[in-house]
């Protein structure tokens, strides 16, 4: 069986920047052996696999189907090399630019049905804007921080701001710097009872241009409001080089610490990465808006 592959960088303008993704595009979905097969020798921090789903479809549990304004579904799946996971932004995003840059998407919204819900994405003028769930984060006292998480962030404890749980843990640092210079042992981190490891500061934009070793990069970052770095062993990713679902929380995280909805962030990985985010409250539910680029890497065909 041939299959086509594409690979794009996420949350950036160049190539060699951002987060890179497999999409693989289905007819039908292989076991789950195969597709974690697949993902684990892509060794990408996600491959994403993909499945239009027919608008007489009565068999998925989402009435997602095309309708009156061209907008389109797609059943939507992420793997990481070890394992299957609930959300991913940056393969989300990928996702979108494959489907509007090579798979002859002509409307301007696309729905995937998810193991997190339905996620929206439209394609704006200068990139793409996903609709996510926000993810709430619960302060904790020092005494309620284990002792691992502590550890493994090989740091001065004075240097710590807050703690605070959600899907991820989410470690406030006193400075930009103080972030950039983090150097953690993520052994520490593979029990903890969380996906992964948040460490975040506000931005004080100094040193924030793009990787030096791009050609170009969008300047939009040159007044970012926060940085993170983000970490996954349990995973199978180290550090990540940019993550859109920590950004869900993040996002409200930093909406309340710094009163304003709208932010600039920064992922200070070496590849970088750069996003737009919006807390977008209603009656009943809080949800974030990530706003970012992707550009293409590879099309290429698999054989298995």
Not at 85 to 109: D, E, K, P
Not at 261 to 281: D, F, I, M, P, W
Request: one cysteine or more; charged letters at 20%.
């Amino acid at each position: 069986m041939n299959l086509t592959i594409y690979q794009a960088d996420a949350f950036t303008d160049h190539v060699f920047g951002g987060n890179p993704a497999a999409v693989i595009p289905l007819e039908s979905w292989l076991d789950d052996a195969t597709l974690q097969a697949i993902a684990s020798e892509n060794n990408l921090s996600e491959t994403a696999f993909i499945i239009a789903i027919d608008a007489s479809d009565t068999t998925t549990e989402n009435d997602v189907g095309p309708d009156e304004n061209g907008h389109l579904a797609y059943e939507l799946r992420w793997f990481t090399p070890v394992s299957e996971v609930a959300m991913c932004g940056h393969a989300t995003l990928a996702t979108a630019h494959v489907l509007f840059t090579h798979l002859g998407i002509n409307g301007s919204q696309i729905e995937f049905v998810t193991k997190s819900g339905t996620l929206t994405v439209e394609k704006l003028n200068d990139g793409y804007s996903m609709d996510f769930p926000a993810v709430p984060s619960q302060l904790l006292k020092m005494a309620e921080v284990p002792n691992a998480l502590i550890e493994g962030l090989n740091i001065n404890v004075n240097r710590i701001i807050n703690v605070s749980l959600g899907t991820d843990y989410l470690v406030e640092l006193v400075s930009q710097a103080d972030v950039k210079a983090v150097t953690p042992k993520i052994t520490h981190w593979q029990n903890l009872n969380a996906r992964g490891v948040i460490i975040t500061a506000q931005a004080d934009n100094a040193n924030l241009d793009a990787n030096p070793d791009a050609k170009t990069d969008n300047k939009s970052d040159a007044k970012a409001d926060v940085v993170s770095r983000c970490f996954y062993p349990k995973e199978g990713v180290a550090e990540d080089p940019v993550t859109g679902s920590a950004h869900c929380q993040l996002t409200p995280y930093w909406a309340a610490e710094l009163g304003k909805n709208k932010l600039t962030a920064v992922q200070l990985s070496k590849r970088r990465g750069y996003l737009h985010c919006e807390l977008v409250k209603s009656e009943n539910s809080e949800r974030v808006k990530l706003i970012g680029n992707a550009v293409d890497y590879m099309v290429g065909q698999i054989t298995i």
